[in-house]
């Protein structure tokens, strides 16, 4: 069964730019999770997708964070435009499971983004 | 406001010794998972604990939920340099996870 895949693996960009991440979770997983994880901590949660729809976006920067899951599959994370302080690593999850009931999720390998 | 701290936050250790790694909260979780972070890697889930007590082992990883549900421990019993990671403790908060700071452990043969 293949994982959960991300690109890119590495983008560095300059502040003020923009840039998009992409998220293909594992086949028939209904639930996509966006963290992001600054050097030195655990990861925090962006978002959360049930198939395309928007459960938990509550810590989403809404003013220059954006996410969206078409056909509830793949999924894309953009930040326009980036800060200093969004240098991180992205990763993107997914579960089987429903909105109820404990869950595993299966992590990506993350982006690195390095914002100078 | 659910918050996970874990201790230590570094660990560096020689091959075959024993260390224990702490996740404390003061709000109760229905579960509290383990996961391990490689570098350039995402978290892979080690195992999830659910009953208040709970004791469950694999291999030389032994993991312990307290009674009260409010803390977990990890236990390495004879560290291996393939241990070295990020260990990282995550609760349930509504349909998703929080997580603490992390263990970084560095183990060197």
């Known amino acids: 069964e293949a994982g959960v895949a991300q690109s890119p693996r590495y983008k560095i960009i300059e502040k003020r730019q923009s840039v998009a991440f992409w998220c293909n979770p594992i086949?028939?997983?209904?639930?996509l999770y966006w963290y992001q994880q600054i050097l030195g901590q655990g990861p925090k949660l962006l978002i959360q997708?049930?198939?395309?729809?928007?459960?938990?976006d509550s810590q989403l920067p809404k003013d220059r964070f954006s996410a969206e899951r078409l056909k509830g599959v793949d999924s894309t994370l953009k930040i326009q435009p980036a800060k200093l302080e969004d240098s991180a690593v992205y990763l993107c999850?997914?579960?089987?499971?429903?909105?109820?009931?404990?869950?595993?999720?299966?992590f990506g390998p993350g982006t690195r983004l390095t914002v100078t | 406001t659910q918050l996970l701290e874990q201790s230590p936050q570094f660990l560096s250790i020689q091959e075959g010794e024993n260390l224990t790694v702490y996740c404390n909260s003061s709000s109760v979780f229905s579960s509290l998972q383990w996961y391990r972070q490689e570098p350039g890697e995402g978290p892979v889930l080690l195992v999830t604990?659910?009953?208040?007590?709970e004791v469950k082992k694999l291999k030389r990883l032994t993991f312990q939920f307290g009674d009260a549900r409010k803390d977990s421990s990890l236990h390495i019993t004879a560290a291996q340099p393939g241990d070295t990671g990020l260990y990282l403790c995550?609760?349930?908060?509504?349909?998703?996870?929080?997580f603490g700071k992390g263990t970084t452990l560095s183990v060197s043969s």
């Open positions: 999850a997914s579960s089987s499971r429903g909105i109820r009931g404990t869950h595993e999720q299966y």
């Open positions: 604990v659910v009953t208040g007590g």
């Open positions: 997708f049930q198939n395309n729809g928007v459960v938990d």
């Open positions: 995550a609760g349930p908060a509504g349909t998703a996870l929080i």
């Open positions: 086949s028939g997983h209904a639930t």
